[in-house]
Nanobody, 123 residues
Framework: QVQLAESEGGSVQAGGSLRLSCVAS????????MAWFRQAPGLERELVVS????????TDGGLGEGRFTISQDNAKNTVYLQMNHLKPEDTAMYYC????????????????WGRGTQVTVSS
């Protein structure tokens, strides 16, 4: 089993930046990919960005238009989401996720999830 714990989100003004972190614990050696998803009210959970744990290759989900960056510190079993130039439409619950195979695009293919953390961007 694996547990994922996101850092606290927060409220920022449009144009601001925020960095989220996610710490994995448990059987982390089984994890192949880490990712960040977000879900706004009434919408589906969508991929923000993902990273292969071994290679560091990232996949951008296209939501951030280059404003969101994922990084990882495997020694600490931690991934980070750096969000810059935030917009009100970035307001959502942000989730950390981990996959056992490949680096999937869809939420349903991820095995483990954090509880989520709220990010609110005001105009």
């Amino acid at each position: 089993q694996v547990q994922l714990a996101e850092s606290e989100g927060g409220s920022v003004q449009a144009g601001g930046s925020l960095r989220l972190s996610c710490v994995a614990s448990g059987q982390t050696s089984s994890l192949h990919c880490m990712a960040w998803f977000r879900q706004a009210p009434g919408l589906e959970r969508e991929l923000v960005v993902s990273v292969y744990r071994r290679s560091g290759i990232t996949t951008d989900g296209g939501l951030g238009e280059g404003r969101f960056t994922i990084s990882q510190d495997n020694a600490k079993n931690t991934v980070y989401l750096q969000m810059n130039h935030l917009k009100p439409e970035d307001t959502a619950m942000y989730y950390c996720a981990a996959a056992l195979e490949g680096c999937p695009w869809y939420a349903q293919d991820f095995a483990y999830w954090g509880r989520g953390t709220q990010v609110t961007v005001s105009s």
